[in-house]
């Protein structure tokens, strides 16, 4: 069965740091999203991207974050200047229309100090 | 926006009872309703899903029911079994490919 890649699956770094988490969707899905779980929080969305382009976005994903695909596998998020309430799972997903449903991957923790 | 509630928050049933997890939605415009799986430490699983046009939806021991016009979805475990012990999500959509609203996550313990 097709997956959804992420890589680092864990990560830690320095207040203030830049950090990028990577991401290999499904080779045939259009639709990409970034979501974010905080420890025993329920998920989050934070964008999502169609067409080489932002679709949509939440109140979290302010100028400190980015996403681009740079090639024609990779989906990435950036975060500029890290703080310590960045602490969560990362979870990238795909999406295909005429499939219901995300396919999650397996998240990548990052953790803030 | 769209706001989910979901309850209870943790459940706890014998291995085969039933378990029943509720979850509701305040946008009346969303009209697709997943449920996700979650064992710790792992991602997110879709288990099964429903569209505003369908009532009901079953697959095996697990089915999903929605009302639409009191704006509330359920999902239903019959003969649960330990290895159905994990955090259930559910979300609210406008459409599939749409960002999910998800709920706050019920933690469902099955007791051997």
């Known amino acids: 069965e097709p997956e959804v890649t992420q890589t680092p699956s864990h990560q830690v770094t320095q207040m203030g740091q830049e950090v990028i988490l990577r991401c290999v969707p499904i080779s045939n899905h259009l639709y990409f999203y970034w979501y974010r779980q905080i420890l025993g929080q329920k998920v989050e969305f934070l964008v999502s991207?169609?067409?080489?382009?932002?679709?949509?976005k939440s109140e979290i994903f302010d100028d400190q974050f980015s996403v681009e695909r740079p090639d024609g596998s990779n989906f990435t998020l950036k975060i500029r200047s890290t703080k310590l309430e960045d602490s969560a799972m990362y979870f990238c997903a795909s999406f295909r229309t005429g499939v219901y449903g995300y396919t999650f991957g397996s998240g990548t923790r990052l953790t803030v100090v | 926006g769209e706001n989910v509630e979901q309850h209870p928050s943790t459940l706890s049933v014998q291995e085969g009872d039933s378990a029943v997890i509720k979850c509701t939605y305040s946008d009346s415009a969303s009209n697709y309703f997943p449920w996700y799986k979650q064992e710790l430490g792992k991602r997110p699983q879709l288990i099964i899903d429903?569209?505003?046009?369908?009532g009901e939806k079953k697959d095996q021991r697990i089915a999903v029911t929605l009302n639409k016009t009191a704006k509330h979805f359920s999902l239903h475990i019959t003969e649960t079994q330990p290895e159905d012990s994990a955090v259930y999500f559910c979300a609210a959509s406008i459409r599939a490919g749409n960002q999910f609203y998800f709920g706050t996550g019920t933690s469902l313990t099955v007791i051997p």
């Open positions: 991207f169609y067409n080489n382009e932002i679709s949509e």
């Open positions: 429903i569209r505003s046009n369908v």
